[in-house]
T-cell receptor
Framework: DAKTTQPNSMESNEEEPVHLPCNHS???????IHWYRQLPSQGPEYVIH???SNVNNRMASLAIAEDRKSSTLILHRATLRDAAVYYC????????????FGKGTHLIIQP | GAVVSQHPSRVICKSGTSVKIECRSL??????MFWYRQFPKQSLMLMAT?????????EQGVEKDKFLINHASLTLSTLTVTSAHPEDSSFYIC???????????????FGNGTRLTVT
C-alpha cells in the first residue's frame, strides 16, 4: 500500500471545526482514501472513505485534493468524544486485505 | 450497523498457559477476519488473516504455532495464544468486513479488543 504522512498530534477546542491533514504523494489511481479512528482502549472504527470527490457522512467530511496527493478529514464541530487517534489509510481498489495502520494523528480536544 | 463482538475484553493468565480469544460477526457473515496486536503507544500491527474453512495466513514474523487461529464458521474466529509469556502481553483486536454493505469498499468493523496480561 502507498504510504501516508500525518502530523503526530493536533489540538483543538471543543465545538470548533477540526481539519486533520494527510499527505499521500505516491497514491495510485486505484487507491481509495480511508479514515479510521481509535478511541482510548477501544478497537478502531470506520469514519469515512473516498476516491476523488469530496464525501460527507454523519461523522465527518473528507476533502480530497484535485491531484489526490493529499486529503483532509473535517470534523465540523468537535466534541470531547472525538479525542482519538485518527488514521489515514490508502487501500488499493477497495481492498480485500487487512489494513496497514501508520502512526496516525493523536487529536486532543480542549474543553 | 454491522457489529463485531470480541470476548473476553480483558484476561490475566500465568506464564505458560494458553488463552483463547473469540471474535464474532453479529449480523453479517465474514469469510475473512483479521487479527491485530497493539503494544502501548504504538499502532496496530496485522498478525494474521483468518479464512473460514481453510488455514490462516500469517504476517512475516508471527509464529503460527504460537498464535493458533481457527475460523470454523462464517461468524466466528478464535485466536489462541499458546504457552503465553509476559512479552505476549498486549491488546489484541479482531476485525471483519461486511462485504454485503459496499462490496470491496466495505469498511472494516473492529471488535473492542482484548487486553491480555501474562504474569
Amino acid at each position: 500500500d502507498a504510504k501516508t504522512t500525518q502530523p503526530n498530534s493536533m489540538e483543538s477546542n471543543e465545538e470548533e471545526p477540526v481539519h486533520l491533514p494527510c499527505n499521500h504523494s505516491t497514491i495510485s489511481g486505484t487507491d481509495y482514501i480511508h479514515w479510521y479512528r481509535q478511541l482510548p482502549s477501544q478497537g478502531p472504527e470506520y469514519v469515512i472513505h473516498g476516491l476523488t470527490s469530496n464525501v460527507n457522512n454523519r461523522m465527518a467530511s473528507l476533502a480530497i485534493a484535485e491531484d489526490r496527493k493529499s486529503s483532509t478529514l473535517i470534523l465540523h464541530r468537535a466534541t470531547l468524544r472525538d479525542a482519538a487517534v485518527y488514521y489515514c489509510i490508502l487501500i488499493d481498489g477497495g481492498g480485500a486485505d487487512g489494513l496497514t495502520f501508520g502512526k496516525g494523528t493523536h487529536l486532543i480536544i480542549q474543553p | 450497523g454491522a457489529v463485531v463482538s470480541q470476548h473476553p475484553s480483558r484476561v490475566i493468565c500465568k506464564s505458560g498457559t494458553s488463552v483463547k480469544i473469540e471474535c464474532r460477526s453479529l449480523d453479517f457473515q465474514a469469510t475473512t477476519m483479521f487479527w491485530y496486536r497493539q503494544f502501548p503507544k504504538q499502532s496496530l500491527m496485522l498478525m494474521a488473516t483468518s479464512n473460514e474453512g481453510s488455514k490462516a495466513t500469517y504476517e512475516q514474523g508471527v509464529e503460527k504455532d504460537k498464535f493458533l487461529i481457527n475460523h470454523a464458521s462464517l461468524t466466528l474466529s478464535t485466536l489462541t495464544v499458546t504457552s503465553a509469556h509476559p512479552e505476549d502481553s498486549s491488546f489484541y483486536i479482531c476485525s471483519a468486513r461486511d462485504w454485503g454493505s459496499q462490496g470491496r469498499n466495505s469498511p472494516l468493523h473492529f471488535g473492542n479488543g482484548t487486553r491480555l496480561t501474562v504474569t
